[in-house]
Nanobody, 116 residues
Framework: QVQLVESGGGLVQPGGSLRLSCAASGSISGIYNMGWYRQAPGKERELVAS???????NYADSVKGRFTISRDNTKNTVYLQMNSLEPEDTAVYYC??????????WGQGTQVTVSS
């Protein structure tokens, strides 16, 4: 089992920045991929960014150039640096982890609101 705890959400004005953190605990040695998803009201959950154990990254087209995902394996933590935030980025952001056995784990979510 893997437990994920997100932090760092909040209210920010358009053009502002936030950094989300996701701390993993439990059977973390079995994790090979971690990522961030988001779900806006009335919309499906979508992938924002993901990072492999070796550091390979993948981004949704809508956030390329604005968001950066990174991980600190010594702290078992993955980060999402979000710059140039837009109202369309408003959503609940979820951390996810995928194990080598293809089990998927989710955090509880953190709200990000971009509004003036």
């Amino acid at each position: 089992q893997v437990q994920l705890v997100e932090s760092g959400g909040g209210l920010v004005q358009p053009g502002g920045s936030l950094r989300l953190s996701c701390a993993a605990s439990g059977s973390i040695s079995g994790i090979y991929n971690m990522g961030w998803y988001r779900q806006a009201p009335g919309k499906e959950r979508e992938l924002v960014a993901s990072i492999t154990r070796s550091g390979g990254t993948n981004y949704a087209d809508s956030v390329k150039g604005r968001f950066t995902i990174s991980r600190d394996n010594t702290k078992n933590t993955v980060y999402l640096q979000m710059n140039s935030l837009e109202p369309e980025d408003t959503a609940v952001y979820y951390c996810s982890a995928v194990s080598f056995l293809n089990s998927v784990y989710w955090g509880q979510g953190t709200q990000v609101t971009v509004s003036s």
